[in-house]
């Protein structure tokens, strides 16, 4: 079989496989940006809320996925939620064992309708579903702009 022939079958097909190790920047775009804005620089969080059903989402989204509409309007929420779930995990996203297990959850926030992932900064022992949570940010000399500027949740 000739290295140019067309394969259109899946079993004729050559494979190599291996991983390409890529560095690339992502545009938050104008939905994200005033988020991080505001997290950066007040310390605060601000989602989108559909004005036809109501859904506030955080983070943004520019678009309703309730009922399509395109969201432009800001609102400005609690640093404090629920957590409606969460995990322990003992392995890195690398497959490194950690020293500590961390936990993370699923934290929405109150007045929004939507969950988002990040770190509960507590003991696996310490918590339960649908305990009320607080976010601990980071010092505002510290912030850059991303998720990573709240250091996570603390059980209130
Ligand atoms: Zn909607």
Redesign the pocket.
Request: contains cysteine; glycine residues 8%; aromatic residues 8%.
């Given at each position: 079989m000739a290295m140019l022939k067309k394969r259109t079958r899946r079993e004729d097909q050559i494979f190599v496989e291996g991983n390409i190790p890529m560095e690339y920047l992502y545009t938050v775009g104008p939905t994200l940006e005033p988020f991080f804005k505001k997290l950066k620089d007040k310390g605060e969080f601000h989602g989108a809320k559909?004005e036809?059903?109501?859904?506030v989402y955080l983070p943004p989204n520019y678009f309703?996925?309730?009922?399509?509409?395109r969201?432009t309007k800001n609102v400005k929420l609690s640093s404090r939620g629920i957590l409606d779930s969460y995990t322990i995990a003992h392995y890195d996203s690398l497959g490194k064992a950690l020293k500590k297990p961390e936990i993370w959850g699923l934290i929405r926030l109150n007045g929004s309708d939507t969950p988002f992932v990040h770190r509960i900064l507590a003991e696996p022992g310490k918590i339960e579903l649908g305990c009320q949570v607080k976010a601990k940010l980071k010092a505002k000399s510290k912030r850059t702009g991303s998720m990573n500027d709240i250091e996570g949740f603390v059980p209130i």
């Open positions: 559909c036809k059903c109501g859904t309703c996925e309730a009922c399509f509409e969201i």
